[in-house]
């Protein structure tokens, strides 16, 4: 079981524990203009225009485990991996965690495995809340980051301008290393295709 961080992010918004203990509905968040600069430097975006996050904060398992379930909406500006230009989109992800309290109940990590019956394909192991209460601000910025695309592209940008070496490994002029550019004569990305077909 690990435990929830206490500490402060660029959008730090802490439910405190007794509103987490009595249920909460219909929560709302809105980043305002500081939060949306903090937000796009840590996340690495051009610009975040908007960011809203909507939750519920649910008891179950008699008052003992916490469900988080949210919902956020996003409006990004990337960098286009292949010219660098502004690509814009928008974007919406779910997400949702269990919490179990600390200090203030007898649930140990055995108790909480037992009683959620947890298996391979069943729910992730409750975090223990911070005494501070629960961060549903930075929960959410953990969740756009794994939305975001880690490839945009714009729209005069097309596959013949970047090269796939392995999973995971792409190269577009934006990204390849300023060697790799500098050798081939017709085309920087001649050298590339050539290294993939070596490999294959």
């Known amino acids: 079981m690990s435990v929830a961080p206490a ?8 439910v405190p524990l007794d509103k987490v203990c009595g249920g909460l509905r219909g929560g709302h968040l809105t980043a305002g203009p500081a939060d949306l600069v903090a937000i796009a430097e840590r996340v690495g975006l051009l610009a975040l225009r908007d960011f809203v996050v909507t939750y519920d904060i649910l008891p179950q398992r008699g008052g003992r485990v916490f ?7 996003a409006q990004v500006v990337q960098a286009c991996v292949v010219t ?3 690509v ?3 974007l919406e992800a779910g997400f949702g965690q269990d919490y179990v309290l600390a200090g ?3 649930l140990s990590q055995t108790a909480v495995e037992e009683d959620l ?3 391979p394909f069943g729910p992730e192991t409750p975090e223990v809340l911070s005494p501070n209460g629960l961060d549903v601000g930075d929960l959410a910025v953990q969740t756009l980051i794994l939305a975001l695309d880690p ?3 714009g729209a005069g940008a097309g596959a013949q301008d970047r090269v796939t070496i392995s999973e995971g490994v792409e190269f577009t002029p934006a990204n ?3 060697e790799v550019l500098k050798m081939g004569e017709d085309s920087p990305f001649s050298v590339l295709k050539g290294l993939k077909d070596r490999l294959q």
């Open 7 to 14: 500490q402060v992010s660029e959008f730090t918004r802490i």
């Open 67 to 73: 469900r988080l379930e949210g919902h956020l909406t």
């Open 84 to 86: 660098l230009d502004p």
């Open 88 to 90: 814009d989109s928008e």
């Open 104 to 106: 203030t109940q007898d």
């Open 117 to 119: 019956a947890l298996d």
């Open 151 to 153: 490839y945009p592209h």
């Open 176 to 178: 390849a290393p300023e």
